[in-house]
């Protein structure tokens, strides 16, 4: 060691004298591009003579021992400065290259500059035998690995250790071999390190091999924290890469975990059994529940990409440790597996047979191909490092069945390669003694040959060849009479004769063929038998190159691809250029073989193409050499085949009988249409037919009367459009994958009989339908009956077919069926489309066309947005050119008779998957939606925005949910032959009746069980069973359109019935009508139970009635639980759990499937048909129940949860009935407000409360997000609302913020805490308001009093208004309005949250209640808080009735607004006044009224206030005018204005406004002026994504930064990726706006969009540098920004808040340490040391852009300051933004002097340093800042300063201070200038300096140092 020492200090003596310095370049620390520095610059060394003799003397100048290799012809990339040296020739004992024999002249290029592999003694450290962080401890010496001695190993030594191979430190030092014996030498004895050091040969010991030890005293580690990837130093040799490899160390990040050590075991590199490290061993996992999702995790968590199985039942064998986990359930997207949910720690009932176990894929490595095997490049390449046996087992890749290098020993037959062959076929060859050599075949079989295959990564050989059958190899027979088991891992593991022991000649070399890799393959760009050839490969497809490509490589592919033979070899990207990689070049085949990659070739990706040259065939086809081409799969241009080339049909004479026989031909059953003039694009070949005539009976085109000259051009290209009869399938009374099937004949939809129906018939329909295959076929109406025709009987299928009208059948129409055979069928979800290639070609191109399939989403059965089925996925419409011509297309291809609307602008919601089509043209005749003009497939201009949808007239009862209604849905006549049931279910419901566009309802006047009847009747009910009255199933929003209905009962539809004509009536939706249908068993209920449990009964003949439990269980209960609405079923109960029913048993032996839409679906006795007695009836207990039981804020009043816990399932109801099922999922705030107060959770039936150690702005957050609001202002503690009186919950609660419910963050475990009650912690979240319509629901729930009536409500009006209802034993109830004034609405409007009463209302006025009668004689005095203070006559002391219930009008009529015709947060303003949205005059509307909308609408403020009705004219009354808002105003009534509804104006004038969503934008990622576009929003920083960014866009974000205009828009992330949410994408500025969220995007969040898309700007002509992108202010910035007009608007948008004290700077110190001041009032000022400690100083010190603090200082440490004190008794909890956030006493109240002044030291910006451009300890000077290395000007540099840097790397002190560049300039920023070091600094940042990146510098006067060594 010491003489390495000396070395290295006689190298940097020399080295600074006259001796030109030398560097590595382009490599790692110890390889790369020798260059050397002269006069001024560095320069190469050309390679000519260049060897290892060479390499040394490099190698050892640089402090290596030795060189490993010499590299030549630029291997680590060309030089770009002067080549210094030539013809380098060393006697091998120099010191500097320059003392070898050299030329100063050249005549070379870049292209051969020189480089070196350099070696180090003690260089590589591995870790062995225990996993990836932990092991044994062995070097690398003397070419092998040998381990240390534990004799005084400690934790110091272990953290040298894990330093040195990239981890953060040392857990643990293990001794006494705890990780097994090692094998080799003992290198190391009585190691004694510092703990400074870089590597374990710095430390002392004993000398190497000096020691008095056995391998039983082996020395282990176990570190943690894996390496830091942000300081990559490329120049010391320090920097080497560990050997133990780049992907075997695995660390958890942005988390704990106990389980964060994960390994495989009992199976290879990537599968194995899952172990998991707890308490200190290894366990295993229970395969119960065990799947693909948790399979994925483990596969993450190992560093691998994905997983390709989950196995179970210990396939890799059994472990022997504890189970640890089980019942593991991963959502899939958890970071390590103790994210997922699972049973507890060692919480089993398991055994190890059912140890669980992965197959995990794709492993990162760009050094390797992924097919696993070996290239002889590559190999060169690996052996040239003396890491070689290890590094190639840790960077090859692993695949499914993984390369086996993980057990190959050193130096002996470890590589292995197939020559003279193809990639997966070759004369076998070994590498031995530095060259390859070859295998005899003597005894050569199929054994050998697998293990050969296997260990290139294959799973397994074809053929074993011998003779030399590819050619004689010319090195060494290293093996002969080579004998395998199959077995083994490779081939020296084999028996053979010995090492190069043989009676071979090379005639006899050994070969072998391995399972191809290349066996799927597809036909791009073109038809079914023709195409572009495209080979899957590493997980994509990509094409071959046409160089050699002929005919005999073509009939590979086609026989490949099942086709008999080739027409055709095409050249030339014939079919189109592709996109993928270029797999194959220079293909030679002979033809015979079986498929590509068994074909000779260059090579997997070695070519010299480009997609210009791709390759293409044409298949034979059984198509008599006709096809269809540049249309859809029935569709497209006539091409004929003659003469070995397609040509074209001309159109003279060209008719439908011509036109029939080629799709005849093609096998259709006859054309739709003939197309002429080229209507499918002109064809490229020849003209093949003219003038053809067919008299309609031919079976081919050439069997027509034609011509074989011709007179033509291609424009006159004949074309047919072919029609199959029954091209049109559906699945009818299922679900999206099953159901009846139904075909549509006639111009009508029939079924299809179930004689001789099977698996084959059901195929064939799901692959028509765009399915893989079938699950299923369902005989017997399995899924009810049809109604229409039967179509087709005894269908038989082959399973080739494309669609069933193909197979064999009895004739159209021709069956002895009846409806109860229609047969069904049960598809596999969508198809799989990656692997198509290996199934026939006809299954690639449905003859029904591409967009067959089309669906109506986000509406009802006949309504919504047009989605079409394309590439295996549901896409949109765009609404471009969209009108009802296109609309009738999709509703007759839906099967109805016509369109009554077509819609724009996504009306039904926004689509989310990709935009089909655009620009749609159809005429309104055709048949479906691909035979209209469009586009293009996915050819668009649009956002989801412009989604397209139809209103469908005449629909079939099949499209409707009702699961019994009859055919005779919708009658074809009447103006309102559509009517529904809303608000209801299935079977009941409010009546709306479609006209005029819209849905509308009908008034109860006169509303009887008559006009009930005709309703039921109209919608395929037998009949009614009641009418209801006052808007019982809530109130409608659209016009009244019918009133005075009366019926005699005989009408087929409501518009046949007496009324008062079409929207004439005197009601108001208050008196809604409503029915219930009469349906066999659609009516269920729960009685005897609670909400959602209890005995099942079921209405049927007019009563209700029970369900006896024979056979009864969880499949039956789960239908009973999804027909009430809830999600499924906890429990099916038995033995009249629930109480004995005393009505009929109407159902018994129910046995349902669980799939079933309602009970009658599941098979049984029959109606009332049972051996049962009523104490057998059944019952169920139903889970998530739907959210409307909980009030919409989404937070537990203290009513609701008395309710929950009255029942006798406390803890499982409760769980059950809120929206998680976590523990502690139910949580509310006590002791505050609506959106403050005590945190209480409830746990054991009880409220608790949670104790504030800790507790901090994220927990706070959790809370509040949990509570339905959006993020938390405050995390208060100390018991600020007050002590709580339960049990003290939880305490230490470390939430990361992200977590859906306390329950999922850190804390010390329920009920452990060393708490009282004073330490109570609270939260105030934001309040953010629901812009929605008013619910039933009122503020009430927002403020809860005391008292028994403490829940009051108004029910049956709006959101202030309404009738007046108390809660009360469990149910509302209503107040009588005897003696009921406007002091009593006073009271009830207070209690609910409004100012006052407006109105007090009486006789019922909105609609009468049905609970009981809780108050009357209400008198109050109006100083109550409550209604329950005031006199009354007593609880439920009453003599009135309903028609006299009280109610109210609360003050605030404008209470809800919102912004329409824009977007989010902009838009025209309309009020909600009189049941109905109205606008407001822009009259005096200015941005004062602005900021008050925005506000109302939870916005921060407004951007702008528009007039002219920017946004559009709206359409419903002026409700305000001459609204004049101060701006402080809470609602825009509130303001003034000339009066409701009193105006002057037209709708012309409708105001609008911009609302601001993110004001604050910054530039992260690059400099001042540019970087990458990140938005504040949701609380965090953002990306926006770069679909259609460009300049225009950019120019605003400049422009909003305050900078002039933008020098360019980037994409691709130039500036790096970000991390936090995308926010916008797809943005469209003009380039006008004031800023970004004016400009048009897809919707905040809406995105389809990774980071590698973020987009970035350069800035220029800013009148600063802006501010640094750490975050923290210099004076001289601050003076600055001060000094222009930009500072209130600048400042504030460019820093990260908009607080009053938002603005920090450090004085008196240096970057990162000094006095704390804060910005008021225009001046500087500082803070009072009282009470000041570390959790104040790191919010300083965080709002700075520092990571912590490291101190908080006091009595003015850093100097008095001089302006005001302004902040005083500062208590911040850590976790705030910003001081201001943190509790003080106000703003400049304070008791002190500036001797008090605070001040603080944060964690260092410039921690990082290195020495470049020289050796180990001298070099230039470099600093980590902004994620990049910079330099230090050596203005005032001295050793004072050096000191510090030799220091701060570990180094005793510096021996000197260099200046002028003397180590090379270098290229990046100058981050330092006019440093001043004291010398007792620890960090070069706690020095005085100019400012970081202020400086007036060249890199000429970088900084160095030569630090000194022991």
Known sequence: MQLWWLLVVACSVLISGNAKLIRLAGGAGNTGRVEVYHNGQWGTVCDDGWGLEEANVVCRQLGFESASWSRTMAHYGQGTGPILLDDVVCDGSETFLTQCSHSDTHDCQHTEDAGVDCYSVLNN?????????????????????????????????????????????????????????????????????????????????????????????????????????????????????????????????????????????????????????????????????????????????????????????????????????????????????????????????????????????????????????????????????????????????????????????????????????????????????????????????????????????????????????????????????????????????????????????????????CQNILNTVRLAGGGGNYGRVEVYYKGQWGTVCDDWWDSDDANVVCRQLGFEFALEGNRYALYGQGSGPIVLDDVECTGDEDSLDQCRHNGLEEHNCGHHEDAGVVCQSNAKEIRLAGGAGNTGRVEVYHNGQWGTVCDDGWGIEEAD??????????????????????????????????????????????????????????????????????????????????????????????????????????????????????????????????????????????SLDQCGHAGLEEHNCGHHEDAGVVCQNTPNTLLPTTDTPSSLLPTTGVLNNVRLAGGGGNFGRVEVYYKGQWGTVCDDLWDSDDANVVCRQLGFEFALEGNRNALYGQGSGPIVLDDVECTGDEDSLDQCRHNG????????????????????????????????????????????????????????????????????????????????????????????????????????????????????????????????????????????????LNNVRLAGGGGHYGRVEVYYKGQWGTVCDDLWDSDDANVVCRQLGFEFALEGNRDALYGQGSGPIVLDDVECTGDEDSLDQCRHNGLEEHNCGHYEDAGVVCSNTPSTLLPTTGYITEELTTLLLSTSYSTEALTTLLPSTNILNTVRLAGGGGNYGRVEVYYKGQWGTVCDDLWDSDDANVVCRQLGFEFALEGNRNALYGQGSGPIVLDDVECTGDEDSLDQCRHNGLEE???????????????????????????????????????????????????????????????????????????????????????????????????????????????????????????????????????????????????????????????????????????????????????????????????????????????????????????????????LEEDNCDHFEDAGVVCRVFDNVRLAGGGGNYGRVEVHYNGQWGTVCDDGWDLNDAHVICRQLGFEFALEGNSNALYGQGSGPIVLDNVNCMGDEDSLDQCRHNGLEEHNCVHYEDAGVVCSNTPSTLLPTTGYITEELTTLLLSTSYFTEALTTLLPSTNILNTVRLAGGGGNYGRVEVYYKGQWGTVCDDLWDSDDANVVCRQLGFEFALEGNRNALYGQGSGPIVLDDVECTGGEDSLDQCRHNGLEEHNCRHHEDAGVVCQSVLNNVRLAGGGANYGRVEVYYNGQWGTVCDDGWDVTDANVVCRQLGFDSAKEGNSYALYGQGSGPIVLDDVDCTGDEDFLDQCGHAGLENHDCGHHEDAGVVCTVL
């Not at 109406?781 to 038989?796: H, K, N, P, R």
């Open 1313 to 1539: 805490h060393n708490c009282r009650h004073h330490e109570d912690a609270g939260v105030v979240c934001q309040n953010t308001p629901n812009t929605l319509l008013p619910t039933t629901d009122t503020p009430s729930s927002l403020l809860p009093t005391t008292g028994v009536l403490n829940n009051v409500r108004l029910a049956g009006g709006g959101g202030n208004y309404g009738r007046v209802e108390v809660y009360y034993n469990g149910q509302w109830g209503t107040v009588c309005d005897d003696g009921w004034d406007l002091i009593d609405a006073n009271v009830v409007c207070r209690q609910l949250g409004f100012d006052s009463a407006l109105e007090y209302n009486s006789n019922a006025l909105y609609g009468q209640g049905s609970g009981p009668i809780m108050l009357d004689d209400v008198d109050c005095t109006g100083d109550e808080d409550s209604l329950d203070q005031c006199g009354h006559a007593g609880l439920e002391e009453h003599n009135c009735g309903h028609h006299e219930d009280a109610g109210v009008v609360c003050n605030s009529v404008l209470n809800n607004v919102r912004l329409a015709g824009g977007g989010g947060n902009y838009g025209r303003v309309e009020v909600y006044y009189n049941e109905q949205w109205g606008t407001v005059c822009d009259d005096g509307w200015d941005l004062n009224d602005a900021h008050v909308v925005c506000r109302q609408l939870g916005f921060e403020s407004a951007l702008e206030g528009n007039s002219n009705a920017m946004y559009g004219l709206g359409s419903g009354p002026i409700v305000l005018d001459d609204v004049d808002c101060t701006g402080d105003e809470h609602s825009l009534d509130q303001c003034r204005h000339a009066g």
């Open 661 to 802: 026989v080629v799709c005849r031909q093609l096998g259709f059953e006859s054309a739709s249409w003939s197309r002429t003039k080229a209507h499918y694009g002109q064809g490229t070949g020849p003209i093949l037919l003219d003038d053809v005539v067919c008299d309609g009976s031919e079976t081919s085109l050439t069997q027509c009367s034609h011509s074989d000259t011709d007179n033509c051009q291609h424009t006159e290209d004949a074309g047919v459009d072919c029609y199959s009869v029954l091209n049109n399938v559906r699945l009818a009374g299922g679900g999206g994958n099953y159901g009846r099937v139904e075909v549509y004949y006639n111009g009508q939809w029939g079924t299809v009989c179930d004689d001789g129906w099977d698996l084959i018939d059901a195929n064939v329909v799901c692959r028509q339908l765009g399915f893989d295959s079938a699950l299923e076929s369902k005989s017997s109406a399995f899924y009810g009956q049809g109604s229409g025709t039967i179509v087709l009987d005894d269908v038989d299928c082959t399973g080739d077919e494309d």
């Open 125 to 513: 450290v591995r870790l062995a035998g225990g996993g990836g962080n932990y092991g044994r401890v062995e070097v690398y010496y003397n070419g092998q690995w040998g381990t240390v001695c534990d004799d005084g190993w400690d934790l110091i030594d272990a953290n040298v250790v894990c330093r040195q191979l990239g981890f953060e430190s040392a857990l643990e030092s293990k001794s006494s071999a705890f990780y097994g014996q090692g094998s080799g030498t003992i290198v190391l004895d009585d190691v004694d390190c510092t703990g400074d050091e870089d590597s374990l040969d710095q430390c002392r010991h004993n000398g190497l091999e000096e020691h008095n030890c056995v391998h039983y005293e082996d020395a282990g580690v176990v570190c943690s924290n894996t390496p830091n990837t942000l300081l990559p130093t490329t120049d010391t040799p320090s920097s080497l890469l560990p050997t133990t490899g780049v992907w075997n160390n695995v660390r958890l990040a942005g988390g704990g975990g106990v389980l964060n050590n994960v390994r495989l075991a009992g199976g290879g590199g990537n599968y194995g059994r899952v172990e998991v490290y707890y308490n200190e061993q290894w366990g295993t996992v229970c395969d119960d529940g065990w799947d693909l999702n948790d399979a994925h995790v483990v596969c993450r968590q190992l560093g691998f990409e994905s997983a390709l199985e989950g196995n179970s039942n210990a396939m890799y064998g059994l472990g022997s440790g504890p189970i640890v986990l089980d019942d593991v359930d991963c959502t899939g997207d958890e970071h390590s597996l103790d994210q997922c949910r699972h049973n507890g720690l060692e919480e089993h009932n398991c055994v190890h047979y059912e140890d669980a176990g992965v197959v995990c894929s794709n492993t990162p490595s760009t050094l390797l191909p992924t097919t696993g095997y070996i290239t002889e490049e590559l190999t060169t390449l690996l052996l040239s490092t003396s890491y070689f046996t290890e590094a190639l087992t840790t960077l090859l890749p692993s695949t499914k069945v993984p390369i086996r290098l993980w057990r190959w020993r050193v130096d002996i037959l470890n590589t292995v390669r197939l020559a003279g062959g193809g990639g997966n076929y070759g004369r076998v060859e070994v590498y031995y003694k530095g060259q390859w050599g070859t295998v005899c075949d003597d005894l050569w079989d199929s054994d050998d040959a697998n293990v050969v295959c296997r260990q290139l990564g294959f799973e397994f050989a074809l053929e074993g060849n011998r003779n030399a059958l590819y050619g004689q190899g010319s090195g060494p027979i290293v093996l002969d009479d080579v004998e395998c088991t199959g077995d083994e891992d490779s081939l020296d593991q084999c028996r053979h004769n010995g090492l190069e022991e043989h009676n071979c000649g090379h005639h006899e070399d050994a070969g072998v063929v």
């Open 937 to 1080: 497939l996915e050819e668009h201009n649009c956002g989801h925005y412009e989604d397209a949808g139809v209103v469908c007239s005449n629909t079939p009862n099949t499209l409707l949910p009702t699961t019994d209604t009859p055919n005779t849905l919708l009658p074809t006549t009447g103006v309102l032959n559509n009517v529904r049931l809303a608000g209801g279910g299935g079977n009941y419901g409010r009546v709306e009746v479609y006209y005029n566009g819209q849905w509308g309802t009908v008034c109860d006047d006169g509303w009887d069980l008559i006009d009930a009847n005709v309703v039921c009747r109209q919608l395929g009910f037998d009949s009614a069973l009641e009418y209801n009255s006052n808007a019982l199933y809530d109130q409608g929003s659209g016009p009244i359109v019918l009133d005075d209905v009366d019926c005699t009962g005989d009408e087929d539809s409501l518009d046949q019935c007496g009324h008062a004509g079409l929207e004439k009536h005197n009601c108001g939706h208050h008196e809604d009508a409503g029915v219930v249908c009469n349906s066999v």
